[in-house]
């Protein structure tokens, strides 16, 4: 009876080993995708004549991905990705250890490395760096999030016919979102450190490295206020001096 249980068991891992791709090694441990494409679909979504789950996790490009195959709801690549580097991605592959596609709400405090011990090079911006701020305009848009394809999705839409990844089906409207900013590629001419590109070629700003320019603007205007200020009352006391003198 054992060695009956043992027979089945062994032609039940190769079975799986050979068709499901999933193979049991010696060791106990288990490899999915172990050949071909390696993809794992959880929970179940009829519709349209397939059944393709409700979550697929991959190896996508040499990472790891969670999407949510079509006709699923909400379909879409990159819900999670977990790039080789360690970067993770959000909505899209990740070009920073942290990137994502869309709105981020915080409920709490964020803060910054800025410890002096962190930095060399140290210098005051000179009046030159300041005054360029009056060099930017300001804009209101509209704004949508870049289409994300990988090279496995450009395959797929090439003509190999799969309903699991193909998005072209969900005809998923893009969000546009009302902002207030600056165009990347204006503030790159004035300010060319504060902007960069991710891994799609796409400009991204850094809008915090605005605020210690615009301190020392302020400053500037501050100390320019209070020298026409003393300017101001020296006039004053010179008419009223002149006044006083004409009435007598």
């Given at each position: 009876?054992?060695?009956?249980?043992?027979i089945?068991?062994?032609?039940f891992?190769?079975?799986l080993s050979?068709n499901?791709?999933?193979k049991v090694?010696?060791?106990?441990?288990?490899?999915?995708?172990?050949?071909g494409?390696?993809n794992?679909?959880?929970?179940?979504y009829?519709?349209?004549?397939?059944?393709?789950g409700?979550w697929?996790?991959e190896v996508?490009?040499?990472?790891?991905?969670?999407?949510?195959?079509?006709?699923?709801?909400?379909?879409g690549n990159?819900?999670?990705?977990?790039?080789?580097?360690?970067?993770?991605?959000?909505?899209?592959v990740p070009?920073?250890?942290?990137d994502?596609?869309?709105?981020?709400?915080?409920?709490g405090?964020v803060?910054l490395s800025s410890?002096?011990r962190?930095?060399t090079?140290i210098?005051?911006l000179?009046m030159d760096?300041?005054n360029r701020?009056?060099?930017?305009?300001a804009k209101?848009?509209?704004?949508?999030?870049?289409?994300?394809?990988?090279e496995?999705?450009?395959?797929f839409?090439?003509?190999?016919?799969?309903?699991?990844?193909n998005?072209?089906?969900?005809?998923i409207?893009?969000?546009?979102?009302?902002e207030?900013?600056?165009l990347?590629?204006e503030?790159?001419?004035?300010?060319?450190?504060?902007?960069?590109?991710?891994?799609?070629?796409?400009?991204?700003v850094?809008y915090i490295?605005?605020?210690?320019?615009m301190?020392?603007?302020?400053?500037?205007?501050?100390?320019q206020i209070?020298?026409?200020?003393?300017?101001?009352e020296?006039?004053?006391?010179?008419?009223g001096k002149?006044?006083a003198g004409s009435?007598?």
């Amino acid at each position: 009876m054992k060695k009956r249980v043992v027979i089945l068991s062994l032609t039940f891992i190769s079975v799986l080993s050979i068709n499901a791709q999933l193979k049991v090694k010696a060791d106990g441990s288990v490899w999915q995708g172990y050949s071909g494409y390696p993809n794992l679909w959880l929970g179940t979504y009829p519709s349209g004549g397939y059944d393709n789950g409700h979550w697929g996790i991959e190896v996508l490009n040499g990472g790891l991905n969670f999407w949510k195959p079509w006709p699923s709801p909400n379909s879409g690549n990159y819900m999670l990705y977990l790039a080789q580097n360690g970067n993770v991605g959000i909505g899209k592959v990740p070009s920073a250890k942290l990137d994502v596609a869309g709105s981020i709400a915080i409920y709490g405090t964020v803060r910054l490395s800025s410890d002096e011990r962190l930095k060399t090079n140290i210098v005051k911006l000179s009046m030159d760096e300041t005054n360029r701020l009056y060099d930017l305009n300001a804009k209101s848009y509209q704004k949508h999030q870049p289409e994300e394809v990988s090279e496995t999705d450009k395959k797929f839409k090439a003509g190999n016919e799969n309903p699991a990844k193909n998005f072209e089906k969900q005809k998923i409207k893009q969000k546009e979102i009302s902002e207030y900013g600056f165009l990347a590629q204006e503030l790159k001419e004035v300010y060319p450190n504060l902007v960069s590109q991710d891994s799609s070629g796409y400009y991204l700003v850094d809008y915090i490295g605005l605020i210690p320019i615009m301190v020392e603007s302020l400053k500037e205007q501050k100390v320019q206020i209070e020298a026409q200020n003393k300017k101001i009352e020296t006039l004053k006391e010179l008419v009223g001096k002149l006044l006083a003198g004409s009435k007598k």
